[in-house]
């Protein structure tokens, strides 16, 4: 086991271990309910870029800290250090699509490990992994609409894996979706208890990178071609719904 943090980002609440061949980024900021600063989501875009070209590095494994939440998404309150709202707007929405397009692009084998609940980005980050193993207790949730918050790549994310029907009912509803039924509706691949959620982990981390990486490489890039084609189109709409909020 080697822990492969640096103490300049120690402070971020982002750690990252690699354990053999696997790489294990855990957001640990429990208790803010492991929300994601900018700055912690530049380090865990980074650090899945750092694994993705390191030869010694099979899969990475994205967890949270505590037994309670994965993570409810950005950090909507960080406070700007300029002051400027707006332009923290902006740096959140690029930080964000950046993580996204790392977890997708990453030629290596990426698997959500949901301790917990997983809420608004940090759902997303659960349905673009190409495997999500959840203890039973976790939930899938895109709440946005009960903040009078459109989200237009939760919806574009949902109508892409799951169809017209998956994405009304979360986006419109903003509900939260217990792990059980995200596996019967194929958000999730496996539920077990917590006690077993990290084993349960290792071996489908395990059985994927097993696979040979330039054919895992090629079927992702072929794979989430559509979804990134919908992501783009669901950022452009962000960036006019931003523009006519800043009016």
């Known amino acids: 086991m080697m822990q492969s943090v640096s103490p300049a980002s120690a402070t971020i609440a982002v750690d990252v271990e690699q354990r053999n061949a696997q790489i294990w980024i855990t ?11 900018v700055a912690m989501v530049e380090r865990m875009t980074s650090a899945i870029a750092e694994a993705g070209s390191n030869p010694d590095v099979q899969t990475i494994l994205l967890t949270g800290a505590g037994t309670r939440v994965f993570s409810a998404g950005v950090d909507v309150r960080e406070k700007p250090v300029d002051g400027d709202q ?103 691949t496996s539920v077990v208890p917590p006690s077993e959620l990290q084993s349960a982990a290792e071996v489908v981390a395990e059985g994927l990178g097993s696979k040979d990486p330039h054919a895992f490489a090629a079927n992702k890039r072929w794979i989430n071609r559509s979804l990134k084609k919908a992501l783009n189109e669901a950022r452009e709409e962000h960036a006019r719904h931003r523009q006519k909020v800043a009016k």
Request: with cysteine; glycine share 8%; proline share 4%.
């Open 86 to 188: 707006a332009g923290q707007r902006e740096r959140r929405s690029h930080a964000l699509a950046s993580l996204q397009d790392a977890v997708m692009n990453c030629p290596k084998p990426v698997i959500t490990v949901l301790n917990g609940t997983a809420s608004g980005a940090g759902a997303m980050l659960a349905l673009l992994s190409d495997a999500c193993v959840a203890a039973d207790e976790a939930e899938l949730t895109l709440p946005e609409i009960n903040l009078s918050i459109p989200t237009f790549s939760g919806a574009n994310i949902l109508e892409v894996i799951g169809g017209r029907a998956l994405a009304l009912d979360l986006i419109q509803t903003g509900r939260r979706m217990p792990a059980r039924e995200a596996l019967s509706r194929g958000l999730i």
């Open 27 to 37: 957001i640990s900021r429990a208790e803010k309910a492991n929300a994601m600063t």
